[in-house]
């Protein structure tokens, strides 16, 4: 099973809006709403910031919001600040053989 | 509040055996899957299985499948994660994460620990 795919960098200005993409296949993102995001910053274990493909976990920032089309997901960073650099990885069900499928992680830098 | 509360770093020799664990606190053991995950330098974030610690019964990822064994304590509230015939690129750091024993939370890792980081070097 591969790697969902998302891109290696997005970056924005603060107080902008970005958005990441996480693009799979019918076997998962295409299958499931089951596709959750998570904020990595370096040393620090990661954190939840989107389950069930576009809910936030009591306590995130609800500049933080998810979607999810076709075999698609999306996280939309809005009103973008310094502490939002970070690298986010999605990751998708993949149904009871493969069950779990991370993306390739994206590098968010804030200009 | 939730705390997991992981084993320390690790310097291993290829071929040799790892065990880490993971002690959960604040909430139900019973009542989540714990997962682990593990990423290497420079790499992005990789899913190596999950156990139910209520019935012991493990999930594995097709990668680890026959290297990785994952067990539980539960009077005393512990995971163990076991992966054996280490090799080089088995370095990485390793998290356990938590996530609710629902069908909606399959992939929802709501509490991670704070990693395990692994060497494997001769």
């Known amino acids: 099973q591969s790697a969902l795919t998302q891109p290696a960098s997005v970056s924005g200005s603060p107080g902008q809006s970005i958005t990441i993409s996480c693009t799979g296949t019918i076997n998962d993102i295409g299958s499931y709403d089951l596709v959750s995001w998570y904020q990595l910053h370096p040393g620090k274990a990661p954190k939840l910031i989107i389950f069930e493909a576009s809910k936030g976990p009591s306590g995130v920032s609800h500049r933080f919001s998810g979607s999810k089309s076709g075999n698609t997901a999306s996280l939309t960073i809005s009103g973008l600040q310094a502490e939002d650099e970070a690298d986010y990885y999605c990751c998708s069900y993949a149904g009871s053989s493969t069950f779990s499928v991370f993306g390739s992680g994206t590098k968010v830098t804030v200009l | 509040q939730v705390h997991l509360v992981q084993s320390g770093a690790e310097v291993m020799k290829p071929g040799a055996s790892l065990k880490v664990s993971c002690k959960a606190s604040g909430y139900t053991f019973s009542d989540y899957y714990m997962h682990w995950v593990r990423q290497a330098p420079g790499q992005g974030l990789e899913w190596m299985g999950r156990i139910n610690p209520n019935s012991g019964g493990t999930n594995y990822g097709q990668k680890f499948q026959g290297r990785v064994t994952m067990t539980r304590d539960t009077s005393i509230s512990t995971v163990y994660m076991e992966l054996r015939s280490l090799r080089s690129d088995d370095t990485a750091v390793y998290y356990c994460?938590?996530?609710?024993?629902?069908?909606?939370?399959?992939?929802?890792?709501?509490?991670w620990g704070q990693g395990t980081l692994v060497t494997v070097s001769s």
């Open positions: 994460a938590r996530a609710p024993n629902t069908i909606f939370g399959l992939v929802t890792f709501d509490y």
